[in-house]
C-alpha cells in the first residue's frame, strides 16, 4: 500500500495564520478534541517563547475547497499568540487516505491510550447521521474499528455503549484523560443496576397494593356467621303490632341495640429486604459513588512516581522485564494526570537523547522525535495493513533513535501497550542473532 507521505508534497510553504483560521475543519479533524485546560496553556506558553510553528499544518482539498486536516490546534495557539505566518504542506490522497493519516499523526501526538484510541474510531461506527459522529463516512465495521485503534473487538464494544449512553461531559473527560474508559462503562452499568432495582422495587409495592386491596374487598362482602336469622312473626321494623282491643301493659322500655365495632382488618406485612439484600444494595451505591468521575474523580497521589517509571522503563534504565505489568499500570496513571504526563513527556525526550543540537527548541526537540517515531510506525500493520513485524519495526527505531530500549518508547508514545511483549520479545531476539 502506498506510503501516507508519499500523498503529502514534499515542499511547504507559508500561509498566514488568520487566512488559515478561517478555512474549515475536514470531518477527520473533528475525531479529536481542541486543547483545553492546563495542557493548552503549556503549549500556549511554548508558542508564544518561540514565536513561530515548526510543524506544518496538513490542509486537503475537498469539494473544491482546502480544509484543514491536521494541525486545527496549531492555528488556534498561533492566532492567540500573535504568530502571524504558519508552515503549510497539501496532502493529496483521498478521505479514507486523510482517515488513515489522522489517526496515525493523532494516536502518536497525543499519547492516547487504549480507551481514548477505541472511543475514537468506535465513532466511526455510528450512523452518520449520529449525534455523536456526523463524519459524513459510511459506517465501519467493530472489527475494523478494533483494527485501527489497536485493540479488542470487546473494547469497542465498550466504547460504543459509553458513546450512545453517557454524557457528554463524561466523554469530553475521557478523552482529556480525565477518567478512563472503564470507569466510564462501569459507572453506567451502575448506574443500570440501581435503575432496574428502583423498577422492580416499584413493581413489588404496585402488586402488594393490589393484593391489599383484593384482601379488604373479600372482608367486607363475607356475612357475619354469628348473627341469628330473624324471626318470621317478629313485626318488621319500624311497624306496630296490630291491636287485639285492649291496651298493652306497659312494661320496661327496652334499650336500643348496639352496633358492634367493626374487627380490624387483619394488617399486611410489607415485604421485609434481608440483610444480605440490603447489603448488596449499599455496596452497589458505594462503588458506584466510587466509579462516578462527576461524583468524585479521585487522583492517585504517586502518579508522579507511575510517572517516573514508566519513562526509566520505556529509556531502558529499568531492565527488569517482569516490570512489564508495573510499567503498564505507571504509564496509563501517568497519562490520565496531566502533571505527570508533562514529566513523563519531558523524561523521555531527554532520555532517548533526541534534538541535543545548540539552538534547538524544546518543542522543535519533541516534534522531531515524534515525527521519526511516526514515519518508522506508519508502514505498520495497525492502520496501514503492510506485513511488517514488530521486530522490524523494533529494530528501525533503535537504529534510527540510537536506544536499545527505543522500541519500548515507541510504544508508549503510541499508547500501544498490548503489543509490548511481542516488541520486546522480538528485541531480545534480534540480539540474540
Known sequence: MERMEEQTRNSTMMMKTEDLAKLEDHPVAKLFPMLAGELRATFLATVREAGKIEVPVTLIERDGKQQRLDGRNRVALALEAGVEMIPVEIFEGDDTAALALALRRNFVRRHQVPGQRALVTARLTLKPDSE????????????????????SRKTIN???????????????????????????????????????????????????????????????????????????????????????????DAGPVAEPETTPEPEPEPKTKAKKTSKAETKKTTKQKAEAEHDAPL???????????????????????????ADLDRFRHAHAR??????????????????????????ESKDAKIARLEQKVEQLLSGGAILIGETRTPGDIAADIRDALGNVKAERLGDVLIGNDDRADAWSDASHQDAAE
Open 132 to 151: 455523536k459522529c456526523n463524519l459524513g463516512y459510511t459506517p465501519i465495521s467493530q472489527a475494523d474499528a478494533a483494527h485501527m485503534a489497536g485493540v
Open 295 to 321: 461524583i468524585a474523580k479521585k487522583r492517585d497521589a504517586d502518579a508522579v512516581d507511575a510517572a517516573n517509571f514508566a519513562a526509566d522503563w520505556a529509556i531502558g534504565k529499568a531492565d527488569d522485564p
Open 334 to 359: 501517568a497519562v490520565a494526570d496531566p502533571n505527570a504526563f508533562a514529566i513523563l513527556r519531558q523524561r523521555m525526550t531527554e532520555g532517548a537523547g533526541v534534538g541535543n543540537g545548540h539552538g
Open 158 to 248: 465498550v466504547a460504543v455503549k459509553v458513546l450512545k449512553k453517557a454524557e457528554t461531559s463524561l466523554i469530553v473527560d475521557i478523552e482529556m484523560g480525565k477518567t478512563t474508559l472503564a470507569q466510564v462503562s462501569d459507572y453506567l452499568d451502575n448506574q443500570a443496576q440501581q435503575k432496574k432495582q428502583e423498577a422492580e422495587r416499584r413493581k413489588d409495592e404496585r402488586e402488594q397494593a393490589k393484593r391489599n386491596a383484593a384482601a379488604k374487598a373479600a372482608d367486607t362482602s363475607e356475612p357475619d356467621e354469628g348473627a341469628d336469622p330473624p324471626d318470621e312473626d317478629d313485626a318488621p321494623m319500624g311497624e306496630a303490632p296490630e291491636p287485639d282491643g285492649e291496651a298493652p
